[in-house]
T-cell receptor
C-alpha cells in the first residue's frame, strides 16, 4: 500500500505570495492532519480534517487554511507569506480519528 | 498545558544499547508514540504503546512506560549507524488526532 504523498517536495516563494500544498493520504484513510516543523518551534499542529470537515485547529494565524476533498486528499494554503513561514510542512493520515498517524515526506517551503 | 520533554542529544558506540527518555504532563492519552526522522525526511512511525501497558518489545526496540512518573523510554538494542536520526516521542491531545511532540533527541552512533 502506498504511503502518504505530498507535493511539491520543495518550494521557494517570496514574501507576500501565497502557496498551496497538497497531501494524498494512505488509501482508505479518512483523517488528514498538518504540522509545521521549524528549528525554533519544533513540530506544531496546524489542523486536522475528517470527512471534509475541520475537526481541530492549532494556534496559527488565519493566513493558514486548509480543506479536504471527498476523496480524502487535502490541501493547505498559506497566504501573504512571511519569512517565518519557512518550514517543513508535514501531512499525516490515519484511518479515522484517534488512530495512529502516518506521515508523508513533507514539503520544504523557503520564503525569501 | 500539555508538554513533552526530551533530552536533546545522545551519543553511543555502535553495538551498544541506546536509551532515549521522555517525560510528559498529560496523563489521559490512550497511546504514546515514538517517531524517527532521518535527515531531510518525514517522520517514520517506530512503535507505540497503549497507556495500560508497562512495556512493549518489538525486535530491537523496547518501550517502557511509567505512568506514575509520566515517563516514557525507548531502548534500541545493538545500535547501528543506520539508527542515527532524531527520535520524537508524541501523544495525542484533545481527543482527536492532534499530536504533541517533544523537541526530539538526536542520536549519533559512532564506530
Amino acid at each position: 500500500k502506498a504511503g502518504v504523498t505530498q507535493t511539491p517536495r520543495y518550494l521557494i516563494k517570496t514574501r507576500g505570495q501565497q502557496v498551496t500544498l497538497s497531501c494524498s493520504p494512505i488509501s482508505g484513510h479518512r483523517s488528514v492532519s498538518w504540522y509545521q516543523q521549524t528549528p525554533g518551534q519544533g513540530l506544531q499542529f496546524l489542523f486536522e480534517y475528517f470527512s471534509e470537515t475541520q475537526r481541530n485547529k492549532g494556534n496559527f494565524p488565519g493566513r493558514f487554511s486548509g480543506r479536504q476533498f471527498s476523496n480524502s486528499r487535502s490541501e493547505m494554503n498559506v497566504s501573504t507569506l512571511e519569512l517565518g513561514d519557512s518550514a517543513l510542512y508535514l501531512c499525516a493520515s490515519s484511518f479515522t480519528l484517534q488512530e495512529t498517524q502516518y506521515f508523508g515526506p513533507g514539503t520544504r517551503l523557503l520564503v525569501l | 498545558g500539555e508538554d513533552v520533554e526530551q533530552s536533546l542529544f545522545l551519543s553511543v558506540r555502535e553495538g551498544d544499547s541506546s536509551v532515549i527518555n521522555c517525560t510528559y504532563t498529560d496523563s489521559s492519552s490512550t497511546y504514546l508514540y515514538w517517531y524517527k526522522q532521518e535527515p531531510g525526511a518525514g517522520l517514520q512511525l517506530l512503535t507505540y504503546i497503549f497507556s495500560n501497558m508497562d512495556m512493549k518489545q518489538d525486535q530491537r526496540l523496547t518501550v517502557l512506560l511509567n505512568k506514575k512518573d509520566k515517563h516514557l523510554s525507548l531502548r534500541i538494542a545493538d545500535t547501528q549507524t543506520g539508527d542515527s536520526a532524531i527520535y520524537f516521542c508524541a501523544f495525542p491531545s484533545g481527543g482527536y488526532n492532534k499530536l504533541i511532540f517533544g523537541a526530539g533527541t538526536r542520536l549519533a552512533v559512532h564506530p
